[in-house]
């Protein structure tokens, strides 16, 4: 069983910083893409980055600039470090990965999702 858990969401004011961590766990041989998704009340679900196993990395353009995404394989871990936040960055981010469990299968995870709130 392969399971995500997030942490560190919360309430922030305009402008300031919030950091997101991504931990899988369970029945894991590898971990490929991992994703950082967001959806704010009443709007589709977004992707916001994603960074390849071998560290490359890809933005929406409203977060360029402004969020980096890392991830440390030792820990199974992704990370979406975000400065200068903006009201309209309040959503419920999610984290998504390509895990290859040990039955040698190839699926995607969601997590639980953390709320992320952002005050003018």
């Known amino acids: 069983q392969v399971q995500l858990v997030e942490s560190g969401g919360g309430l922030v004011q305009a402008g300031g910083s919030l950091g997101l961590s991504c931990a899988a766990s369970g029945s894991i041989v590898s971990i490929n893409a991992m994703r950082w998704y967001r959806q704010a009340s009443g709007k589709q679900r977004e992707l916001v980055a994603v960074?390849?196993?071998?560290?490359?990395?890809n933005y929406a353009e409203s977060v360029k600039g402004r969020f980096t995404i890392s991830r440390d394989n030792a820990k199974r871990t992704a990370y979406l470090q975000m400065n200068n936040l903006r009201p309209e960055d309040t959503a419920a981010y999610y984290c998504?990965?390509?895990?290859?469990?040990?039955?040698?299968?190839?699926?995607?995870?969601w997590g639980q999702g953390t709320q992320v709130t952002v005050s003018s």
């Open positions: 960074i390849a196993s071998g560290g490359s990395t």
């Open positions: 998504n990965a390509d895990i290859l469990g040990t039955d040698f299968r190839l699926r995607a995870y």
